[in-house]
Nanobody, 121 residues
Framework: VQLQASGGGLVQAGGSLRLSCAASGSIFSINGMGWYRQAPGKQRELVAFIANGGSTNYADSVKGRFTISRDNAKNTVYLQMNSLKPEDTVVYYC????????????????WGQGTQVTVSS
């Protein structure tokens, strides 16, 4: 079981990027999915989260600019990032709560590998 993140890259300030994160392997069900980011020497912080039912929440710094969505049929979560700023330049990580078996009593948190986003001024 793994989460595979993609879509990072280099973009000019004001531009857009779309991150994707696909969960693969033998998965029974997926709970919440989210995107975090971490700057060097700092704690990982929540960027956006989407619950299984579709409700969302965002960090104040990205509200109105970023949109999180998910495709349950593809076990994939997306992060559409618009109006990017140089301060958005960090490594982004996805995570998800996964149940691997129907008999599991709880969801375990899995993390994808980071994807670098660089916004030039």
């Amino acid at each position: 079981v793994q989460l595979q993140a993609s879509g990072g890259g280099l973009v000019q300030a004001g531009g857009s990027l779309r991150l994707s994160c696909a969960a693969s392997g033998s998965i029974f069900s997926i709970n919440g999915m989210g995107w975090y980011r971490q700057a060097p020497g700092k704690q990982r912080e929540l960027v956006a989260f989407i619950a299984n039912g579709g409700s969302t929440n965002y960090a104040d710094s990205v509200k109105g600019r970023f949109t999180i969505s998910r495709d349950n049929a593809k076990n994939t979560v997306y992060l559409q990032m618009n109006s990017l700023k140089p301060e958005d330049t960090v490594v982004y990580y996805c995570n998800a709560g996964l149940k691997l078996y129907s008999s599991s009593s709880y969801y375990s948190t899995y993390w994808g590998q980071g994807t670098q986003v660089t916004v030039s001024s």
